[in-house]
């Protein structure tokens, strides 16, 4: 083998000496190459560009021969990134990067450039190579899901997921400056009925108009966003804490409280708030966003058109708290915990493909708690690795017993939570575990939230590679809920992309959703992903996925998550 890599080696080396001997190779070469070629003598004046270059800078080698490659700078790339250039070429020769540059007619455009230091061997002059790509386009697309993934479509007022990121940073900051924050929850009353009486249309616009009285009214003392149907939350972080938000308090009051048109109706709206301030009621943001919950119900209990400041001393909350974590503490001891499964379709075959494993807790006073009831608690409590392990464990033994019975490609689909994700013997118990079932690896699908952020942990992606690497799936959940670039997802070892349920349930005779599902699926299929939608109950909603070469589907549409036992009936059902 060192022989031939030997030879191969020579060979190359004849070629390449034999080849730029011909000055038409070289010319040929530089004409027909796709990517920009920009080439500068050692004091970075232009001596050469390629005819690729002038297409996407606009400008010819008349106009640019002598300038510096900073004339087509836009002026708007951070001082950093062009040091960490210098720094890199000097130290390793070249660099590669994204820079925002600027077309002979003023457009911007964003650039994707390997730059190369040579010296040559004769003359000992110095020549910086740079060969460019226009990425504009991937960029532009990166800023739509960005847009999506932080941006509610209805109100195009920020979400909860970006809700939470900018309350985690204020945190951040409060914490080193010893400063307050307010977390506000409001809730539009009896906005049910209004929706229900008006139309679905008019509530949207009843929403919209909240939606910019709310920014109105809160200015530049915080931050507002939507958090889901007629929820919006609010972030205070003024200086004068109390005055701030008794000031707040009064403005959103005196916005909403005018009457609001639609349908030539005049329309009024009052709202609940609750309220929980740090650090007082919280250290991180889903407990201040629950305690601010909580007092919100508080306030709706006591009339409505008003608002509650959770106090630390609501024992029955806390205490019914304490008890949940107790509780948790028997739960797997006492086998109250039990699988149920929810079929994934082909959408083109109609055959089933797999199903995903989704945790009950049969609790001996409450009853069957879903996943949101206590999930939040064992992620705070450290229980969810003991339920992570818990559910894969009973899925792949499930999974093996079907393909016994008669459903050998199917596939187990399991959720991971990022403590779980994390531990240091996350590989090691996931091979233990299909040891011990005798599942083959190629039948498992593991699933990770794109809310976790884990596309932005090189470790925690290198974690996954040997898991692939034995023939594992790994799958992308609830994409478009947080956010991941495609330049990350690229990086990332991704086999299947999950769209999350409310981009497909909004698009029901919703243009805008509906265009958004056909972007998302045409974007995942460039990438070569599988793509699963979630949340499918309409055959118009089939439809649409299904035109557009959508792979799998799950949903009510085929069936609601169910018992084992009764999963095995559906599976025979759609054989």
């Known amino acids: ?91 390793e020769g ?34 910086y190579i740079g060969v460019i790509r226009d990425i504009t386009e991937r960029k532009n697309h990166e800023h739509l899901i960005s847009h999506m993934a932080y941006y509610d479509s209805l109100t195009d007022m920020p979400n909860r997921v970006y809700f939470r990121d900018r309350a985690t940073e204020a945190l951040l900051q409060a914490r080193k400056e010893h400063a307050k ?57 003024s200086p004068y804490m109390k005055d701030s938000l008794e000031e707040v308090l009064d403005r959103i009051y005196q916005f909403l409280n005018r009457p609001i048109i639609i349908k030539n109706q005049e329309v009024y709206i009052t709202t609940s708030i609750g309220i929980s301030l740090f650090p007082e009621h919280g250290n991180d943001v889903d407990t201040l966003l629950r305690n601010a919950d909580y007092a919100l119900y508080q306030t709706k209990d006591e009339g409505r058109n008003n608002h509650y400041i959770f106090e630390s001393d609501d024992t029955d909350y806390s205490l019914d708290k304490l008890i949940f974590e107790s509780d948790m503490r028997r739960m797997i001891v006492f086998d109250q915990l039990e699988a149920y499964y929810q079929l994934q379709i082909d959408v083109q075959t109609e055959k089933v493909y797999g199903t995903e494993a989704l945790i009950r807790w049969n609790h001996p006073e409450k009853g069957l708690l879903t996943p949101n009831v206590f999930l939040p608690i064992a992620e705070e409590t450290g229980f969810i690795k003991e339920i992570d392990e818990w559910v894969l464990r009973n899925a792949c033994q499930q999974t093996q017993e079907w393909r016994e019975n008669g459903y050998p490609d199917l596939t187990i689909s399991v959720n991971v939570s990022r403590p ?21 690896p190629q039948q498992l699908s593991l699933e990770i939230s794109e809310n976790t952020k884990i596309t932005e942990l090189t470790a925690a992606a290198r974690q996954l590679l040997p898991l692939r690497d034995i023939g594992i799936k790994i799958s992308l959940d609830d994409f478009g809920t947080g956010y991941s670039s ?67 589907a799950q949903g009510y549409f085929y069936g609601k998550p169910v018992t084992a036992n009764e999963c095995e009936e559906l599976l025979a059902k759609w054989r």
């Open 94 to 127: 070249t660099w590669t990067g994204e820079l925002l540059n600027v077309r002979k007619n003023g457009e911007e455009f964003w650039s994707y450039i390997t730059i190369t230091h040579l010296r040559h061997r004769d003359s000992k002059r110095t020549y």
């Open 181 to 237: 924050l307010a977390f506000l929850f409001l809730d539009l009353d009896r906005f049910k009925k209004i929706n229900d009486s008006l139309g679905h249309y008019a509530g949207d616009q009843l929403l919209r108009e909240v939606a910019q009285r709310l920014q109105k009214a809160i200015g530049d003392h915080g931050f507002v966003s939507r958090f889901g149907g007629d929820e919006f939350t609010i972030l205070i972080d």
């Open 486 to 552: 495609i330049g990350q997802l690229k990086r990332f070892p991704i086999d299947h992309l999950k769209i999350d349920k409310s981009f497909v349930q909004e698009s029901n005779g919703n243009d805008t959703d509906a265009e958004l599902v056909k972007f998302i699926i045409n974007m995942a299929k460039s990438l070569n992903f599988n793509i699963v939608c979630e949340g499918i109950e309409t055959e118009e909603q089939l439809k649409l996925i299904r035109e557009e070469g959508c792979h799998y």
């Open 1 to 91: 083998m060192a022989q031939d890599a030997a030879i191969w080696n020579m060979k190359k080396e004849e070629f390449l000496h034999e080849f730029i001997k011909d000055p038409q190779n070289i010319s040929k070469l530089f004409d027909y190459m796709n990517d920009g070629l920009m080439i500068t003598d050692e004091e970075q004046n232009i001596i050469f560009i390629n005819p690729a270059y002038e297409t996407i800078t606009g400008y010819s080698l008349e106009e640019l021969r002598g300038e510096n490659p900073k004339y087509i700078s836009s002026g708007k790339t951070r001082r950093s990134v062009y040091d960490d250039m210098w720094e890199s070429i000097e130290k």
């Open 420 to 440: 779980f994700f994390e531990s240091v013997r996350f590989v090691d118990k996931v091979l233990a575990i299909l040891e011990e079932t005798k599942l083959p």
